[in-house]
């Protein structure tokens, strides 16, 4: 079975401060995919990024990074000098190749950055 | 403004009521989805469409009447619901069912059932 876990419910950070954001997923697929969504108060889930399963280099975009370890079967998404606009909630996600395009979401970290 | 319109944003309705609620996509994708998010549950998946045709239910009970007219809209009809159905009903769209692709969501449209 496929499962996605963020075991960090909320974070709170004081603005500049790094934070990570953990995820650990389950499956038994050699092919699949993985992708941070965020989720502002306004609703709509903002895609961040895909990872295959094959790319395990990590990524960097402006003060996003996200780690990528399969042996740990870990997502992890870093952000570098919080700012208050990262306040959000943050899904990882689990697809797997092949079927139909069917993303397994974790629970979410809710993030709080204070001024 | 987003590739996906959810209308209403907000709806209050009735046990006994009748509504529906719509999505659109101007992003010529062939798949659309509708998610519900709870309160302290994760992301639920109900209703996969492929070019118009549904090709998952997700054990959706049958309060929930989804229909997808053409490739662009997908509505979600509800009747006799329950207070447990409030919640934030998502829908999302992608070039078409294969994995390697992300969805894009809308907005939401924000239910309580009352």
Sequence with gaps: ?115 | ETGVTQTPRHLVMGMTNKKSLKCEQHLGHNAMYWYKQSAKKPLELMFVYSLEERVENNSVPSRFSPECPNSSHLFLHLHTLQPEDSALYLCASSPDTGTHYGYTFGSGTRLTVV
């Design chain 1, 1 to 115: 079975a496929q499962k996605v876990t963020q075991a960090q419910t909320e974070i709170s950070v004081v603005e500049k401060e790094d934070v990570t954001l953990d995820c650990v997923y389950e499956t038994r697929d050699t092919t699949y995919y993985l992708f941070w969504y965020k989720q502002p108060p306004s609703g709509e889930l903002v895609f961040l990024i895909r990872r295959n399963s094959f790319d395990e280099q990590n990524e960097i975009s402006g003060r996003y990074s996200w780690n990528f370890q399969k042996s740990t079967s870990s997502f992890n998404f870093t952000i570098t000098a919080s700012q208050v606009v990262d306040s959000a909630v943050y899904f990882c996600a689990l697809s797997r190749s092949g079927g139909y395009n069917k993303l397994i979401f974790g629970a979410g970290t809710r993030l709080a950055v204070h001024p």
